[in-house]
């Protein structure tokens, strides 16, 4: 509890700009909440952003439109999603596919879906 304080207390009291994030807002005491002034939430993409934001990332890969279909089809594509899949495959944009990348998004938002909540880097 005292370390709790002690946070709350140093949050109040910081004169520069202090920035968190998180993915597990409704974890976060409300009296933690009520020292942020501003909350914002990162839904995921807009269907009509998702192939855009793919292209975006991999400008040199020619999607068709049943490509573009199955990506506007994913639920809960977010932009963290789409840079994870570039950061795997930057490197081999010359060899790497459509399909391959969409296979690769369906997995990160079904990995990213089927995790457990939990803070922090351990699961308990």
């Keep these: 509890v005292s370390f709790t304080n ?3 207390t140093q949050m109040e ?20 909440m009520r020292r942020f002034s501003w909350k914002i939430t990162f839904l995921p993409l807009k269907k009509e952003h998702k192939s855009k934001i793919v292209t975006d990332y991999f400008p040199d890969v020619h999607f ?6 199955r990506i506007s089809s994913l639920p809960e594509l977010t932009a963290g999603d789409v840079k994870c899949v570039w950061l795997k495959f930057r490197n081999l944009t010359d060899h790497i596919t459509p399909g391959v990348i969409v296979e ?3 997995d990160e938002v079904t990995f990213r879906n089927s995790r457990q909540k939990t803070v922090g880097f351990l699961a308990g």
């Design 104 to 106: 690769a998004l369906k």
């Design 13 to 32: 009291h910081f004169g520069q700009i202090f920035i968190c994030s998180t993915n597990l807002p409704d974890l976060i005491d409300h009296a933690a």
């Design 64 to 69: 068709d439109k049943i490509s573009f279909k």
């Design 6 to 8: 002690e946070i709350l």
